[in-house]
């Protein structure tokens, strides 16, 4: 059964777009490196306009200093110190529950990245796009040799 796509409508407007370019961007899967500042925008502007799973990758648990920049976390996340990426999960499920999210607490590093983008990983098959919200250049240099190799775009 597909899911309804009226929450969608506006952006089915566009020319070139339409139906189909709405039901492929469902069927597309983000890799999201970093849930801090550009991560939560990232996360919840992917989730808002539809598409299929979001897989969120981030150690960090969220601090009362993160809040005037990190848009999808609050004070009750911090009092209930949960990780980044899963109170990224739960405010993405009230977002849209259409949005699949994996949320991973975990570094980003060269032992676990391939299987992150999915490769080797049937749990979720290799994600369409990779998309950089980290901080540090090692994860971003990181990140353009998987996307190279495996010819993945990398964002």
Do not use: W
């Not at 009226?6 to 899967?29: I, N, T, V």
């Not at 983000?30 to 939560?40: D, E, N, P, R, Y």
């Not at 990232?42 to 009362?64: Q, S």
């Amino acid at each position: 059964m597909n899911p309804p796509l009226d929450r969608y409508h506006r952006q089915m407007l566009l020319p070139g777009f339409g139906e189909e370019g709405q039901k492929k961007l469902l069927a597309s899967s983000a890799l999201i490196l970093g849930c801090g500042a550009l991560g939560t925008v990232i996360a919840n502007t992917l989730a808002r306009a539809g598409v299929g799973h979001l897989i969120i990758v981030d150690r960090d648990f969220i601090e009362i200093t993160n809040l005037q920049r990190q848009i999808l976390f609050d004070e009750t996340d911090v009092r209930n110190a949960i990780p980044k990426a899963e109170a990224a999960k739960q405010k993405i499920s009230q977002i849209n529950a259409q949005v699949k999210v994996t949320a991973v607490v975990d570094d980003i590093n060269h032992a676990n990245f391939e299987k992150l983008a999915g490769i080797g990983n049937e749990a979720y098959g290799k994600v369409d796009v990779i998309i950089d919200g980290v901080d540090n250049f090692e994860t971003r240099f990181l990140a353009n040799d998987v996307a190279v190799k495996h010819g993945i775009p990398y964002v």
